[in-house]
Structure formats: structure tokens, C-alpha cells
């Protein structure tokens, strides 16, 4: 089974598949995807839970619904009518980018880009600003000074 940690389904089906371990003479695996992002690459993986049953070298997905009897009958017999049929995928280490490795999404890469962009402009906003009133208090000086000298 390859699952997420914060999925329901996931939790679910887990001591459905313990249970089952204790009954049948079959393996069953579960591989938290979050953490280990190269097993979710590999098999294609687009949603949780996402069940496999390997044999002779070939993935066969598990579509239907998660009870032990259907499980066992799709390992049993059922998985030679599975859609899905493919060679296990060859591994390939997952190349983690920039973007994912220091921001969850695109979106935010975005904002930080954008906010960083608008701090620097306020910045040189703000310095001007003091030049302009520097200048303007060395005037304001001169002209109370010619004030009283009148």
C-alpha cells in the first residue's frame, strides 16, 4: 500500500491490512509517500490510498472496494483482469528542485518573490524620503536664520 500519514482512507485500511497479514501467506508493505517522494514518482501514484500487488516483476493496481475478502480475491485471481498492467518502473532518485526544496508550492515562491520585491521598494521609498526632509530642515534652518537676522 502506498500511503500518506495525514489520509484517512490510509488510516482506515491499515489494520484492515494487519488483520489480513495474520490470516493469509501473503506480504503486505505500506510506504508513506510524504517521506519517501521516489516511491510515489516510480509507481505514478495520484491518490491515497493506492494499492499494488507485485508479482513476476509486474504492478497490478487493486480498484474496488477495500475489504479483505475483495483484497484477497484480487491477489488470488481477479489481478490478471486489472487494467493496469506494467513492468515495475525503473528507479530514478527524485531530483527535489529549488522551488520544492525550500517552498511547498509554486504560489508561494511567487508571494515571496513579490513581498521581497515590494520590500525593497518601500525601502528606496523611505531612504528618498529622508534625503528629501534632510534637505528640506537645512532650508527650514537657513530661512529662520535669515529671520533673525532681520
Not at 497490478?60 to 488470488?76: D, H, S, V
Not at 527535489?96 to 511567487?110: M, P, T
Request: proline share 5%; glycine share 4%.
Amino acid at each position: 500500500m502506498l500511503y500518506a500519514p495525514w489520509c484517512g482512507h490510509c488510516k482506515n485500511l491499515i489494520p484492515v491490512l494487519d488483520k489480513l497479514a495474520d490470516q493469509v501467506d501473503y506480504k503486505f508493505i505500506a510506504i508513506d509517500c510524504v517521506t519517501n517522494p521516489d516511491t510515489k514518482k516510480r509507481f505514478g501514484v495520484k491518490g491515497y490510498p493506492t494499492l499494488l500487488y507485485i508479482k513476476d516483476n509486474k504492478t497490478y493496481k487493486f480498484q474496488g472496494q477495500r475489504t479483505p475478502e475483495l483484497i484477497i480475491k484480487f491477489i488470488e485471481e481477479d489481478y490478471l483482469q486489472s487494467k493496469e498492467i506494467n513492468e515495475i518502473p525503473k528507479y530514478e532518485p527524485y531530483k527535489e528542485n529549488f522551488i520544492d526544496k525550500y517552498f511547498n508550492n509554486v504560489w508561494i515562491f511567487i508571494a515571496v518573490i513579490v513581498l521581497t520585491g515590494l520590500t525593497i521598494f518601500v525601502t528606496i521609498l523611505c531612504i528618498n524620503d529622508c534625503k528629501e526632509n534632510r534637505k528640506l530642515d537645512k532650508i527650514e534652518k537657513e530661512l529662520q536664520e535669515k529671520k533673525k537676522e532681520n
